[in-house]
């Protein structure tokens, strides 16, 4: 009995912080997004019209499935060159491994928002890559290269989640008892063998787990592509963000933005029963 | 690793992406000693006249010390909160901690945009007039940073027993003696850690602070505010060169930290 009474102190501020000020305003946010108008009398009146006008647009739909798109290329790239990052580091690096990876993860500790920005400033027209091609007389005359392109707002964020995903990664492969590869090679298999009969489909959970990790995130982006995308690399975070700064439909905003919180939840439902599932298959 | 390894493959391609991965940050510090407006090739000459009137630009300076008024009192209050969140379920079992833990996840994997709308409308459907400022927006950064000290705590408190806690009011202290005087010291550089790294997420963040922040500024909304102007960039630039050195200071600080008392750390792993 005395516990409760000491969980109750303890628990108290952490859970009233998160009902008040996170669980609380979702739940505003769902309702918000009934209400005709943002401000005066539009505001206390009750309506269906933006959920009529959202699933009517297909504008709408299309910049929420070319989102979805950027987030599986970003997650894809991320991936690609990740991997073999992670399996250096797990199995070759040998007593250099900490010292490596830790060198490897310094840079995603530093401000995300300033490595966006120097990728801006390497990309324009007036740029470092530019203008380091034009006096090393590779191209004849400035050009933006990438910038303001979807191109430019997967390469910016690859960039950013390439440390992000070598870790489930390279913790997944180093988990795996590496008597079952030298196991695959008595029994006769050559080594690419091992590596996609063995090693790839038991290092599965971390990939799976750094899709996830770049997906989600990439999916609510609306930093990175106002800053590289330009107007066909927008994404549907900055249709949310301009709802609320510039056209001010805060009810439109606030739909668009229950159908981004609902996708995320169904995506990390979906990421725990996947990773559990392929944990167990591991086993 | 032998010199061979240095040759292979693998270790060529790990160093080939590590320089990409530090290759923008490294121009940026490069281009805040260049002598001249535009960030382009060649190099222009070495100058610290940059670093100089970086003193002089007053709103900057301003927005500095925003974001490290900021960055302090809402991690502070993240960390506590944090803190005693973690003490609670690392320490306890009780009906609806697996409830919690899923809410109190969730700030990390939420849209930041989602987060932001969702105060920004909370508080204006509290009071319309109210104005925004660095109030709202450190509440914001709070939600953010709640989720990362929880775990950094509670991973350092399942490191040890509760045997430690059960032996000291076996010894006479009552239980809040016992958190005071065994609990707390013993989470004490995972609490600095989570206090560091809240700081450096408050210190940096924009997408939640965007909407949040009312006519005040915080430097990565008044960074910003200033690519607009080419003439004021190589100012950006070398102002973005500091926070990148300092906050890789903190984090290899923090870092530190964390493995400083970690049980049973390998020696050759450093």
Redesign the interface.
């Known amino acids: 009995m005395e516990h409760r009474g000491r969980i109750a102190v303890l628990m108290t501020p952490p859970v009233l912080w998160l009902v008040l000020l996170f669980l609380l305003p979702m739940a505003i946010m769902a309702l918000f997004s009934f209400r005709a108008g943002t401000f005066g009398a539009e505001r206390d009146i009750f309506t269906l019209e933006h959920y009529r006008e959202f699933f009517q647009n297909a504008g709408f739909q299309r910049l929420l499935w070319q989102s979805a798109v950027t987030a599986l290329l970003t997650s894809a790239f991320s991936i690609l060159l990740a991997y073999p990052i992670a399996y250096f580091l797990a199995f070759r690096a040998r007593s250099m491994q900490l010292t490596l990876l830790t060198i490897l993860i310094v840079p995603a500790w530093t401000s995300y928002l300033l490595r966006i920005l120097a990728w801006k400033l390497i990309l324009g027209s007036n740029g470092l890559l530019n203008s380091f091609l034009l006096s090393a007389g590779l191209i004849e005359e400035a050009a933006p290269i990438l910038l303001y392109s979807r191109a430019a707002v997967v390469v910016t964020l690859v960039y950013v989640w390439i440390p992000f995903v070598t870790l489930p990664i390279f913790s997944a492969l180093q988990r795996i008892d590496r008597s079952l590869l030298e196991a695959a090679a008595d029994l006769g298999c050559a080594p690419w063998e091992v590596f996609l009969r063995v090693t790839l489909p038991l290092s599965l959970p971390g990939v799976v787990a750094g899709f996830f990790f770049v997906f989600i995130p990439t999916l609510g982006e609306w930093v990175t592509p106002s800053f590289v995308g330009g107007v066909e690399g927008t994404m549907y975070g900055n249709l949310i963000q301009d709802q609320f700064v510039r056209a001010l439909n805060w009810p439109l905003g606030s739909l668009m933005s229950l159908v981004m919180l609902i996708l995320v939840i169904v995506q990390i439902f979906i990421f725990s029963r996947v990773v559990r599932l392929s944990d167990l298959a591991g086993v | ?1 032998r010199r061979r ?1 240095l040759l ?1 493959p ?2 060529i ?2 160093a080939l ?2 320089l ?3 290759a ?2 490294l ?2 510090i490069l ?1 805040s000693f260049n002598d001249g407006r ?5 190099l222009k000459g070495f100058t610290l006249k940059w670093y100089e009137e970086l003193l002089g630009a007053r709103e900057l300076l301003d927005a500095l010390g925003n974001s490290l008024v900021l960055g302090l009192a809402s991690s502070v209050v993240a960390t ?3 803190t ?2 973690a ?2 379920i690392a320490r ?1 079992n ?1 009906p609806g901690r697996s409830a ?1 833990l899923a ?2 996840a ?2 990390m ?7 932001g ?6 508080f204006k ?1 509290i009071n319309p007039d109210a104005p925004l400022s660095l109030w709202t927006v450190g ?1 914001g950064h ?2 953010i940073n ?1 989720p990362y000290a ?1 775990l950094i705590v509670a991973s350092r408190l399942a490191g040890f027993e509760a045997n430690l806690e059960e032996a000291a009011m076996d010894l006479g202290l009552t ?1 809040w003696g016992t958190l005071m005087r065994v609990t707390l010291p013993i989470s004490a550089p995972a609490i600095l850690s989570a206090f560091l790294s809240s700081f ?1 997420t408050s ?2 963040e ?2 939640v602070s ?2 949040l922040i009312g006519t005040e500024s915080t430097l ?1 909304i008044y ?2 505010s200033q ?1 607009r102007f ?1 003439s004021r ?1 190589p100012l ?2 070398t102002l ?1 060169a500091l ?2 050195i300092g ?2 200071l903190i ?2 600080f923090a ?1 530190w930290l964390r493995r400083v008392g970690q049980p049973a750390a390998r020696k ?3």
Do not use: K
């Open positions: 690793m390894d292979s693998g270790f391609y790990y992406l590590t990409f991965l530090y923008p940050i121009l940026l281009f535009s960030l382009t090739f060649p506590a909160l944090g005693l969140a003490i609670g306890f009780f919690f809410v109190a969730m700030p994997v939420i849209p930041y945009v989602v987060l709308v969702a105060l920004l409308i909370l459907t509440v709070v939600v709640i929880m239980y450096t210190f940096d924009f997408a965007f909407f990565p960074l910003y690519l080419p960039l950006v630039v973005a926070v990148m906050s890789v984090v290899v870092e050759g792993d450093l």
